[in-house]
């Protein structure tokens, strides 16, 4: 399975970013579909997560209410929809495939894509 992550970009705060997530290959309804993020100098941090067969949806706390992630299965795609942007969300967007479920191991990742948030 590959990943392809897109839609990052520079947005003010209060603004809006939609992430796409394509991925190729065979998708099992046993899996998940993870978003994380990487702000500098510190660590990976989950955001959103949806199971692929099930679409019962995940989110860290401070992305809830903000954030919607979703699937579309005809396009093998996973988005991100991110509202009411902080500063705080300034990150690297990654996502991955959990072979496990959505809080198993994330074996197939993408490629990143840059989020800034300005004040």
């Known amino acids: 399975v590959q990943l392809q992550a897109s839609g990052g970009g520079l947005v003010q705060a209060g603004g809006s970013l939609r992430l796409s997530c394509a991925a190729s290959g065979r998708m099992f309804s046993s899996w998940a579909v993870g978003w994380f993020r990487q702000a500098p100098g510190k660590e990976r941090e989950f955001v959103a997560a949806i199971r692929w067969g099930a679409e019962t949806t995940h989110y860290e706390d401070t992305v809830k209410g903000r954030f919607t992630i979703s699937r579309d299965s005809a396009k093998n795609t996973v988005y991100l929809q991110m509202n009411s942007l902080k500063p705080e969300d300034t990150a690297v967007y990654y996502c991955?495939?959990?072979?496990?479920?959505?809080?198993?191991?994330?074996?197939?990742w993408g490629q990143g894509t840059l989020v800034t948030v300005s004040s």
């Open positions: 991955a495939v959990g072979v496990r479920g959505p809080f198993g191991e994330y074996r197939y």
